[in-house]
């Protein structure tokens, strides 16, 4: 271990949901944990710029990664939030075919759904739209009741208080530089403020989020035909002036490379529209208020009585997608099986339904380190 100015037994780096609740379920099983981030604070990228939604799963391949995790994350959403009084709401929503020709991809859905072992996704005729929400327009809906909203920044303040009760540390504003193997364990040179410390750890785990590929790449050994191809996907938001008369979330068909342009409800019934798929080659939140002309023509095919001139930019947030646009891949949760690096943890692709999954991924994680014999070294 010489060289390192100090030693610890789990490195995670991003301090976004994903990585924070990976750090509370490693701290609360012994663990010594410290979490980096380069920024001044937690979750300010894809955890603090995303609609709040606690997804049911129905979108996602029977035996993916997505699907699995959504199914347990959102059920261990729920109790946490509740235990720990996060706010948040089962608002439920509606996936709106507006056109009779599409409700087979509603049943199809549905079928997804019942093969993932989701249970309460239910039909919805025109007239039972129109029941539930009359200024709906649409030929047939798909009902998810167990659809929810959620303070994401209150339940990233109360993974961060649950991971330091266990003695979890963070250190923010602090850029890994470079990351490699030093006999039999990782080190890492760390810029904090342009101070720069050494770091040695038994694991590591990149849940850079939006640059996970890119520390993945600097890692030393790492094979570079592991590392996914991916891009960047800004998703940008407008909110409506005047409010909107819709009490349930409500979407369209998804799209290739994304769910579409849809309505969504905060915990005090503001609606938001979006996000849409802007592909970016930097990361820059600025909304183009031009972008409000297409939102105006995909909101219109559901909701046709929206006028012109309410739509203002909101804000936006960039996932980082793996695979090409067009052609969705699921998670990768890579470890040593995989790359032949001991102790190395990447987490490609986690974007939604990521702070759904959150614990559920966490543990996950946990249980692949235990699997290959990681936990019980380090106790």
């Keep these: 271990m010489s060289g390192d100015d100090y030693f610890i037994d789990t490195v995670i780096v991003g301090a976004g949901v994903i990585g924070v609740a990976i750090a509370r379920e490693l701290a609360s099983r012994g663990l010594d944990v410290l979490v980096l981030d380069q920024e001044k604070a937690a979750g300010q990228h894809q955890s603090s710029r995303n609609s709040g939604v606690i997804h049911a799963g129905f979108y996602y391949s029977e035996n993916s990664l997505k699907a699995k995790l959504c199914h347990e994350g959102k059920q261990q959403l729920y109790r946490f939030a509740e235990q720990r009084n996060i706010p948040h709401k089962r608002v439920g929503k509606i996936v709106v075919a507006t056109e009779d020709r599409e409700t087979a991809k509603l049943q199809t859905m549905q079928a997804r759904a019942q093969a993932c072992g989701i249970t309460d996704v239910d039909m919805l005729t025109g007239a039972e739209l129109r029941r ?62 342009g101070s720069l410390t050494r770091l040695g750890c038994r694991v590591l785990i990149n849940s850079a989020g939006i640059e996970a590929p890119q520390l993945a790449a600097r890692i030393e050994d790492m094979p570079s035909n592991l590392i996914p191809e991916s891009y960047l996907a800004r998703g940008n938001f407008f909110t409506c002036q005047g409010g909107t008369p819709f009490s349930h979330l409500i979407y369209p068909l998804p799209g290739p490379i994304g769910l579409g342009v849809h309505l969504t409800l905060d915990l ?29 023509s995909s909101i219109r095919t559901f909701w046709p009585g929206l006028k012109e001139g309410r739509l203002m930019p909101a804000y936006s947030g960039i996932r980082c997608k793996i695979g090409k646009p067009g052609d969705p891949q699921d998670w990768i949760i890579q470890t040593a099986a995989t790359h032949g690096l001991e102790g190395l943890v990447n987490l490609f692709g986690i974007e939604s339904p990521g702070m759904t999954c959150c614990l559920a991924l966490a543990h996950s994680v946990a249980e692949q380190l235990a699997a290959e014999g990681l936990m019980r070294e380090i106790r």
């Design 132 to 193: 539930m929400e009359p200024e709906l327009t649409g030929a047939a809906g798909l009902w998810s009741p167990s659809t929810g909203v959620i303070d994401v920044m209150a339940l990233l303040q109360a993974l961060e208080l649950d991971a330091a009760s266990h003695g979890a540390t963070f250190a923010l504003s602090s850029r890994v530089l470079n990351l490699s193997r030093h006999k039999g364990h990782w080190s890492l040179t760390v810029d904090s403020g």
């Design 268 to 296: 005090d019934g503001q609606a938001k529209f979006g996000p849409d798929v802007e592909m970016v080659d930097r990361i820059s939140y600025d909304v183009d208020p031009q972008r409000a002309d297409a939102f105006y």
